[in-house]
């Protein structure tokens, strides 16, 4: 069968490659800990699966409206007050079965053949592939580790060009746990106003956060028609196999991307919205003792990385993974991360599965307990030792 052109530019997310392997390993009886899947290990918060099964006992199981139910998008404009200080209409809120949809929506209608994309590196990679799978120029933004995985504004306007025509930022980041400061979101408000350009805005972790506070470039001057705010449940309730996501941008925009979502999805599940509508404006105790608990994970294993043989991590300020450099190990980090899941059993992420400049690197997730982290490390200790 020969399929269409476009597939070879698609690619793909690691992460759930690496943990088909770490299952077929379990399947043969051996021990993995996982630390390379980005999923909070924690379950949904019991109000929000109790809003969830109410919703389907009460008959919720038809089709909705593509953009969401008015009481979700009520919801979204509320939260996006609270978190950005920024006004919005229900009309610029899009309901999609998980964040990602918004970020493929929103590049598919807006970007073509010859456009320019920028997007940071190391980064998610879902970024680069949809960007080319469009037929458009991914250009990659490097992140510094000596800059917190934060980059230099004269890198960023050295990259923009008339064919510009979206810059793709993500804070707290995945994969590095970086996040950009006030400075620098001021910094690429400035560039995306003088030169209208678009910004996606990807924010899914912006309530897991240890130093700092989050910002939000809808909230500067002048943004809120130039931003498309990508931000979803997934993370911060715990709610990775609902699938639940939304995007806020200009209106003009969001009926283009409610038109895609009619062509693909036709809608978001309404039992799943209605859990959305508790997780927002229910009591917020329990994630926030999950992030009490990832701050404790984030002491251990940064701890015990910084005492492995030729490994160094600086510290995560937001997200759940760390990206300890290992470009002292003699071997390459694809080559160390196959070594790690087949000789130790301990699933983790070569940085390369995130962008050429994430070569040297591997990223770890301590969404998993304190003793699966400090087993893991020994783990790895005795893989290093070996070679």
């Not at 793909?12 to 899947?37: S, Y």
């Amino acid at each position: 069968m020969k399929l269409a052109d476009r597939m070879s530019r698609l690619g793909t997310e690691t992460a759930f490659e690496v943990l088909a392997k770490a299952k077929a390993l379990e399947a043969q009886g051996k021990n993995v800990i996982h630390l390379e899947i980005g999923e909070p290990d924690f379950n949904t918060p019991n109000n929000i699966v109790e809003a969830g099964v109410r919703s389907l006992r009460n008959g919720r199981t038809h089709y909705t409206p593509a953009a969401g139910i008015p009481e979700l998008r009520n919801a979204i404009v509320q939260d996006v007050k609270r978190w950005r200080g920024v006004e919005t209409t229900p009309e610029r809120c899009v309901v999609t079965p998980g964040a990602k949809p918004i970020m493929y929506f929103v590049i598919i209608a807006m970007v073509q053949e010859g456009d320019e994309v920028i997007y940071p590196n190391p980064g998610f990679p879902i970024y680069e592939s949809v960007i080319e799978f469009a037929g458009a120029k991914a250009v990659p933004l490097p992140l510094k580790e000596e800059k917190g995985f934060s980059f230099d504004i004269e890198d960023l306007k050295a990259l923009v060009t008339d064919k510009t025509k979206l810059i793709i930022i993500n804070t707290p980041a995945n994969p590095t746990g970086g996040i950009l400061s006030k400075n620098d979101i001021k910094a690429i408000a400035d560039i995306a106003r003088e030169r209208n350009i678009m910004v996606l805005s990807d924010e899914v972790y912006k309530n897991i956060i240890y130093d700092g506070e989050h910002a939000s470039i809808m909230a500067e001057p002048g943004m809120e028609d130039l931003t498309i705010l990508l931000d979803g449940f997934s993370k911060t309730y715990s709610m990775t196999g609902w699938r639940l996501g939304f995007g806020v941008m200009k209106e003009e925009l969001a009926q283009r991307v409610v038109q895609l979502m009619i062509n693909s999805n036709s809608c978001t599940a309404t039992f799943v919205q209605d859990a959305g509508v508790e997780a927002l404006t229910g009591p917020q105790e329990e994630c926030d003792k999950m992030v009490q608990e990832f701050a404790k994970r984030r002491e251990v294993i940064v701890k015990g990385l910084n005492e492995l043989p030729g490994v160094s991590c600086i510290m995560p300020k937001g997200a759940f993974y760390v990206f300890p450099n290992v470009s002292k190990v003699p071997i390459s980090s694809r080559e160390l991360a196959a070594r790690i899941l087949n000789e130790g059993h301990v699933a983790v992420l070569s940085g390369t599965a995130f962008g050429k400049y994430g070569d040297g690197y591997l990223r770890l997730s301590y969404a998993n307990s304190i003793a699966n982290i400090e087993e893991g490390l020994n783990r790895i200790y005795k893989v290093l030792k070996s070679i």
